[in-house]
């Protein structure tokens, strides 16, 4: 058994701090690795040792293999966390580690090659008895191909890239005029992405819920689950909130799916941490979506139902442990929801909004965890992900955890960048949300709810109005001061007191 | 002390009438307010008005004379109207073409993709360019139809918010 | 029964915007009422109305119960919560509400009145077959009597306010000669403290444990607990960390007390959230302390473990619901730690650090509850509590949480004044707080480790002094460049790749 | 560029070598360093130093030429040493006395009590004033044998870190 002293963690932004958070709590160094854009990120500050890999683009840094691993071998690192995104799906960069006698923290490189190809994870579920959503696994030679096989699926199909993720290089197709284009966008999104441009084509079942498992397995074969998250509030694909335990299970169907998911994850020897994504229609079917070989971004809410902290157990498992914990030990406490903020414009079609954060202010209090890296003064960079921070709120019922999070959110400021914040207020304000009646077809469906104008309290709008004239004349009038009295320390604001007539 | 203010999409006009510390006594339109405002650090306004409290954060975008306001329920957009100001809106009306028929970037990103070229006819809802930024690509399409009159960017810029992009006849 | 619509929270600081959290949770408005010196500060911008209520000394505004009632009435509240301190446990206040028919959220002025003279409570819990510590529960009328008193009694003594709290009017007394000083001083302060300098003695128990019980009582009589928290560690007789379990307690002892402080609530007809403080011997013979009728300081290590929350229990309790919640279906899940983060130097004796917060970073992430109320540019005032904020940090086990709150401590800055951080570092790093082995002994027996000056890591001090020159010459070249351009907005740190050659 | 820099107690020479964006070469005392430097916000600095991060937070206190520091694990006073510093520290080493027999306070508060009048004797030891602030008594009590010169505060006063409280001869 091998005793991990100091981890690289190949990532940035809230991930890679709360990475770094655990190896702190387990007494090991942590090494960050950052590209120019990122000089200033929290990330950088928090570790314990931080290098340069490269310039902004996430190819040239975040993505640079070998520059990575010369950068743990510098560094004396044991072990290298991949976190989410960049390199955590690729199996040849888990190779690589492996090669260099680097501890890579998640699951062998042949699990995250089969279960990274949709494709060869479609045929190993069906070999394995997991149930799977119909649809055509060839590799398309040319369009006519691909038109033939759509039909046979029927429409309305989903496009995918096989090494796909968070919803990039998905397009869903409703008829075949639209087929061809959407395939070409999800190959050029899917290259950028992922560097393969290889897709596949699944029937679209139409407004399922998205709900996933949670695995944790050893290397010497233990393999659990953690209960579900039910993860069907999306927009433009990808999860916008999530909540464990899902307002649709049931006790009979949660131990059902829960034995499938471990069922998959046997089926590729699956070691570390995992999600079994499933699609489940409004009969309670299920099929098997694709399993992320690595942490989820969503993985708090898991952790606060069941006070297990994840990224300790893959370090643990990584480091040849065996789990201390039983599948009948573990229980559900409580009700856990997250939020995703991002920076973007949600009035505009979730158009991303990078920029200067001139002032932030986060919730906290009892049953609230935010999970950000942003501070005051951060300049959100162009390159990499819009999600600036996560909001993890826990109650004794549902009910308690959604009036929760509408304190919480209630409490999130941030300003000189647009946010999701007011839209993530709109859904836990939304009926069927308070009601746990929704699937993936929530936002299309309480459109008119969640994109509806703003309605100004009383009269707000002309105090806000008052309060522009006077930071607006006392900025006037500090520019005035500065020119006459260089050394002025005092604040305007400050000189209580101070007789103005007008 | 007068001035006018674009909250939104409405006018008002603000006359302070006293400031003495925190008391502040203006007009609004035809309203009078009687408030207590301190500010507690850069941007953030506290504001006590019959015993109503209210945090309004006040963040320049651009220039001193744009902000964008939020208070804990709403967003606001905010612009200061002086003489020059006027002046533009004034011009803006008399012709209002005159600034629409040009692109300009809404956001910071990077230029993955010019679909025209110099003089160049377009259609209305014709792909002009594709900005990406933040992992997310954006399609600019025209809402004329027109001509492409000159393209002030290339292919792979990085470009920031309020650019101009392409202009059109 | 009724239904709270508005609540008047009578307080400041972080408790008052805790109250104000719990009610923005349940629905309820809430109405903040601050001093002069608190306009700024957060529990004005939290609630939703704001009334000033007189000048910075307490007397004059926390304390001021007409003009808080007046207050109450012009706003419309039907209830007033008065958190710590203050008017928390003044039976004439919760009386004045009473008659003003203004819900108080506390107990009967009966129960308050009873339990807070430390006299009476005393014969109370004889009565009710609680323990007690052997005392003197007379007032004494002349030094004479206090002198003879003491001497049936045998040194050491602890001089106690009756009206005390807080270690507030407390005075610990070796031999005759300090007697007459010390009670002077205590009764000195517990007349400023509580406008009443009523005072008794009692025999000091050395080096005992300070565990108290949580109790939860509804108006129907229904009574419960929920388990202890153990406040030994304490400086100048306040407290600075609590944990729960107690690493003493053993399950039988759990049950025997708990149902000890049941009937201790009971003797009282208790209704309300309360706590019966007990002091518990090397041999594991507990004794009552005191009850404090209010909520505590550090309740939140007992919702972190239990799951609930105690304001809203508070609140629902007031407006005459029952209890919901049976002694059976509570459960102490994990451990919780709370470290409260005061503004004082510990280095020199602990003398409180008021003064203006120039830079604050909280810390977050999974486990970790930071409830503070002060930010950037904010100036603390003389006036009040020197408390700034509570950590409380929950783990899966007692180990795992100690980990968690050296991580969290680890993040948390604050500069511009003193704070207790580094100090409460020094504790969660003594070995016998780490095994668990600690009494109210516990400072005075590790001085040599919490008082040891810091030893500087590395070449640490001169990288230190090399970023004071860079800011000193900068803030000097900004000036500089000021009084050349008024209007220049560049910050000289963003300008990259500009050159300077010395 | 050189300067003297007082650090807890002991005296450092700093003396900056290069500086370009980010970076910066400095020698202190007989150590090169080669830092990345940079500011995250006001008082916060990120500093990289041979692959090691470090966040230095240094504020001001009272003038602009001294600091507290602070990091991770550890606090700092200092002192920027110039012409006027040196001058002050030589007239006190030659007349050690001189600025002892001052009672000053070290924090903000409220004189609750003044226990000496101007013109009495007082022994190492004795009570001279208590100060309360945050609801806590402090006691000042003499550190020498003397007697009052003058007392500049009165009961109730309101008083400020580093005010001059009383004299003694």
Redesign the interface.
């Known amino acids: 058994m091998k005793k991990i002293k100091k981890i690289l963690v190949a990532n940035r932004g809230e991930i890679a701090v709360r990475i770094m958070r655990s190896c702190r709590e387990l007494g090991i160094l942590s090494v960050a690795v950052f590209s120019d854009a990122d000089r200033t990120a929290m990330h950088v500050r928090y570790a314990d040792e931080a290098y340069n890999i490269g310039t902004a683009p996430s190819a040239d840094s975040y993505l640079n293999m070998e520059k990575i691993i010369s950068t743990a071998k510098k560094s004396f690192a044991d072990a290298i966390h991949p976190g989410y995104g960049f390199l955590s799906e690729n199996s040849t960069f888990a190779k690589r580690c492996e090669d260099e006698n680097i501890i890579f923290i998640g699951p062998s490189p042949f699990a995250i090659a089969t279960m990274g190809d949709k494709i060869t994870a479609r045929l190993k579920m069906i070999e394995a008895k997991v149930p799977v959503v119909p649809g055509i696994q060839n590799q398309f030679k040319n369009p006519q191909e691909l038109i033939e096989a759509a039909r046979t699926i029927t429409y309305p199909i989903m496009i995918k890239a096989t090494a796909g993720g968070g919803g990039k290089g998905m397009r869903l197709v409703r008829d075949e005029q639209q087929l061809l284009e959407a395939v070409e966008m999800a190959k050029s999104e899917a290259l950028k992405a992922f560097a393969n441009d290889t897709i596949y084509m699944e029937k679209y079942i139409e407004n399922p819920h998205h709900i996933e498992f949670q695995i944790l397995a050893d290397k010497y074969g233990n393999t659990i689950h953690l209960f579900e998250r039910e993860c069907s509030i999306q927009r433009r694909h990808q999860k916008i909130v999530e909540e464990t335990p899902s307002p649709i299970m049931t006790s009979e169907l949660r131990i059902k799916m829960g034995e499938t998911a471990v069922n998959a994850a046997k089926a590729v020897n699956y070691h570390g941490a995992g999600t079994i994504e499933f699609l489940v229609d409004q009969n309670l079917n299920y099929y098997f979506l694709e399993m992320n070989t690595r942490l989820q971004v969503e993985h708090p809410i898991t952790e606060r139902v069941t006070g297990i902290d994840l990224v300790k157990e893959q370090i643990k498992i990584a480091q040849d442990e065996k789990l201390d914990i039983t599948q009948d030990a573990i229980k559900q406490n409580g009700h856990a929801i997250e939020c995703r903020i991002y920076a973007e414009d949600s009035d505009n079609n979730f158009m991303p909004s990078p920029g200067k954060i001139t002032f932030i202010q986060e919730p906290m209090g009892f049953g609230v965890r935010c999970d950000g890296y942003v501070n005051k003064g951060y300049e959100i960079p162009i390159h990499y992900d819009p999600m600036i921070s996560k909001l993890i709120v826990w109650g004794k019922t549902r009910n308690e955890t959604i009036a929760r999070m509408q304190r919480a959110l209630y409490e999130y400021k941030i300003s000189g960048i647009k946010t999701s914040i007011i839209f993530l207020e709109k859904i836990m304000n939304t009926p069927d949300f308070i009601e746990g009646k929704y699937d993936t077809n929530f936002i299309e469906k309480n459109k008119e709810i969640l994109f509806a104008k703003n309605i100004t309290k009383e009269n707000l709008e002309e105090l806000v109005a008052l309060t522009a004239m006077l930071d607006y004349t006392d900025h006037i009038h500090k520019i005035i001061q500065k020119s006459k009295a260089v050394t002025t320390k005092k604040s305007r604001w400050k000189e209580h007191g101070r007789r103005y007539e007008f | 002390?007068e001035?006018e203010?674009k909250?939104?999409n409405?006018v008002?006009k603000?006359?302070?009438?006293?400031?003495?510390?925190?008391f502040?006594k203006?007009q609004?339109?035809d309203?009078i307010?009687e408030?207590?405002?301190?500010?507690?650090?850069?941007?953030?306004?506290?504001?006590?008005?019959q015993?109503?409290?209210?945090?309004?954060?006040?963040?320049?975008i651009s220039n001193?004379?744009k902000?964008?306001?939020?208070?804990?329920?709403?967003?606001?957009d905010?612009e200061?109207i002086d003489a020059q100001a006027k002046a533009k809106a004034l011009r803006k009306a008399n012709n209002p073409e005159e600034e629409t028929k040009i692109i300009t970037s809404?956001?910071?990103?990077?230029i993955v993709k010019i679909a025209v070229s110099p003089e160049q006819e377009v259609k209305i809802g014709q792909l002009l360019l594709i900005v990406e930024?933040?992992?997310?690509?954006?399609e600019y399409r025209s809402a004329f139809n027109s001509r492409v009159k000159k393209i002030t960017v290339q292919n792979g810029d990085?470009i920031s918010?309020g650019q101009l992009l392409i202009e059109l006849y």
């Open positions: 002390m001035l203010i909250i939104n409405r008002v603000v006359k302070l009438l006293k400031r003495e510390g925190n502040v203006a609004i339109n309203n307010y408030i207590d405002i301190v500010k507690i650090c850069e941007n953030n306004y506290s504001i006590i008005h015993g109503k409290s209210h945090v309004i954060d006040m963040a320049h001193t004379k902000y964008t306001a939020a208070t804990y329920f709403n967003n606001y905010i200061i809404p956001m910071s990103g990077n930024a933040m992992k997310m690509q954006t990085t918010a």
